[in-house]
């Protein structure tokens, strides 16, 4: 079964950018779509974006003009580029696969912080 694993996080001060990377492990992402998601302290987990085998992505409203992603089919990892992070943009962000087994990540934190 295929594991994901996410990196790249940390602090950053408004403004700035980080990117994240998720990489799978014991399998390929195949044909499924892929996605972030993040959670914030006391919040739901919230959808930030998707992206298909073909590269064609979809973005929660919060992140349109500021987060990228992207996909690596040849090495199984895809990528969150985001830019002028917001205080609000604090959360851990989870690498998921849908499909019918879902997969998720164990998650990376990001702070965005003065």
């Known amino acids: 079964q295929v594991q994901l694993m996410e990196s790249g996080g940390g602090l950053v001060q408004p403004g700035g950018s980080l990117r994240l990377s998720c990489s799978a492990s014991?399998?390929?992402?195949?044909?499924?779509?892929l996605g972030w998601y993040r959670q914030a302290p006391g919040a739901q987990r919230e959808l930030v974006g998707t992206?298909?085998?073909?590269?064609?992505?979809a973005y929660a409203d919060f992140v349109k003009g500021r987060f990228t992603l992207s996909r690596d089919n040849a090495k199984n990892t895809i990528s969150l580029q985001m830019n002028n992070l917001k205080p609000e943009d604090t959360a851990v962000y989870y690498c998921?696969?849908?499909?019918?087994?879902?997969?998720w990540g164990q998650g990376t934190q990001v702070t965005v912080s003065s």
């Open positions: 998921h696969r849908f499909g019918t087994i879902p997969t």
């Open positions: 014991g399998g390929t992402f195949g044909l499924n779509v």
């Open positions: 992206i298909t085998r073909d590269k064609t992505t």
